[in-house]
């Protein structure tokens, strides 16, 4: 099974000079709890709900006039949409990450592979089961 017959499409996106409440709000709106920053057609990095709360609320800053970019995570892991599942959940073990921003042959964002896709759509339990395993493995705190 293919990365496109599972993941999740028309996914909303933000610019880096988007407010963080604008973020928020968006998540709320969407029941979701990420998504994808864009400029130029290209995605630049990724803003969760955990930013939020660890990089926007925790360090104090001021949601309604600090922008997506001062807390967002500019490392952004892929997969394409032509990728086999497995090559998805691969991606994710090794990263320990639960949600993939998916492109085309062009590095256009299609949509977004999720561990929830995996295992609900991809009806593969033991894929599912061994990648939530593996990420979930604490790691050690920064020193």
Not at 9 to 27: C, D, G, Q, T, Y
Not at 57 to 78: C, F, G
Request: charged share 30%.
């Amino acid at each position: 099974m293919k990365v496109r017959d599972i993941m999740t499409k028309n996914v909303e996106v933000l610019n880096p000079f988007s407010k963080i409440s604008e973020a928020a709000r968006k998540m709320i709106e969407l029941n979701i709890g990420i998504l994808p920053v864009s400029e130029n057609g290209k995605v630049v990095g990724m803003v969760t709900d955990r930013d939020i709360a660890i990089r926007a609320v925790a360090e104090e800053r001021h949601p309604p006039q600090e922008l997506v970019n001062a807390i967002m995570t500019p490392d952004v892991h892929y997969c394409y949409e032509s990728q086999d599942i497995d090559e998805a959940a691969e991606i994710m073990r090794s990263n320990k990450i639960r949600r993939l921003v998916v492109l085309n042959e062009n590095m256009e964002l299609v949509g977004i592979c999720s561990l929830g896709d995996l295992a609900v759509e991809g009806k593969n339990d033991k894929l599912s089961g061994e990648v939530l395993r593996e990420i979930s493995k604490p790691s050690k705190p920064e020193e």
